[in-house]
């Protein structure tokens, strides 16, 4: 079955950066897009970016563009992000998801499989 | 940014009670050409990710019992659970995929 299994909880300090693994399995990697997705404690989703692990094309979300990279390596299907000089609101809960194709005139996604999620807290 | 407003932002319903959730955005999101509404709706129980209920507005996933529906156009949606069972407590986004994309703020469902 279609899988996406994220890294562990991380524990960071603020000014430091963190990655994020996420290891699909159960479908043919680059022919969907992977979106990461971010929730802080009690509060709603807050999407941060998309690569295409076809391309590696990318786009990133206005709030956390410049701090925020996203790779992947289709040789083992993992995508990567890595989010840098981190603030205590980075503290959050980070998902990443598939995204189909967007097939059509739309210029967004939408997300079918998502991974369980790895906790990320900022804190000195 | 396409602005997604959800609401409300909380509703408590009886179970087999019929439950009723809004999302309006800040402009269509319905493309002419192909006439298709570029909305979705997730349900996330707690303390799991979110989970795919109905694409393109009013298209079930498989597997999501059917009463689960989403409906509307453009710019009014609605996801309705039309007989409310306990495993259904949850907090529901919709999202918007038109130009990138956008959630809404999420509405918690709780039983009476």
């Known amino acids: 079955q279609v899988q996406l299994v994220q890294s562990g909880a991380e524990v960071k300090k603020p000014g430091a950066s963190v990655r994020v693994s996420c290891k699909a399995s159960?479908?043919?990697?680059?022919?969907?897009?992977i979106s990461w997705v971010r929730q802080a404690p009690g509060q709603g989703l807050e999407w941060m970016g998309w690569i295409s692990p076809y391309n590696g094309d990318t786009e990133y979300a206005q709030n956390v563009q410049g701090r925020v990279t996203m790779t992947t390596d289709t040789s083992t299907s993992t995508a990567y992000m890595e989010l840098r000089s981190l603030r205590s609101d980075d503290t959050a809960v980070y998902y990443c998801?598939?995204?189909?194709?967007?097939?059509?005139?739309?210029?967004?996604?939408?997300?079918?499989?998502w991974g369980k999620g790895t906790t990320v807290t900022v804190s000195s | 940014d396409i602005v997604m407003t959800q609401s409300p932002d909380s509703l408590a319903v009886s179970l087999g009670e019929r439950a009723t959730i809004n999302c309006k955005s800040s402009q269509s999101v319905l493309h002419s050409s192909n006439n298709k509404n570029y909305l979705v709706w997730y349900q996330q129980k707690p303390g799991q990710p979110p989970k795919l209920l109905i694409s393109?507005?009013?298209t079930r996933e498989s597997g999501v019992p059917d009463r689960f529906s989403g409906s509307g156009s453009g710019t009014d949606f609605t996801l309705t659970i039309s007989s409310l069972q306990a495993e259904d407590v949850a907090v529901y986004h919709c999202q918007q995929h038109l130009e990138s994309l956008t959630f809404g703020g999420g509405t918690k469902v709780e039983i009476k």
């Open positions: 998801a598939r995204a189909p194709p967007r097939g059509g005139p739309g210029r967004g996604w939408y997300m079918d499989v």
């Open positions: 159960g479908y043919t990697f680059n022919t969907y897009g």
């Open positions: 393109w507005a009013s």
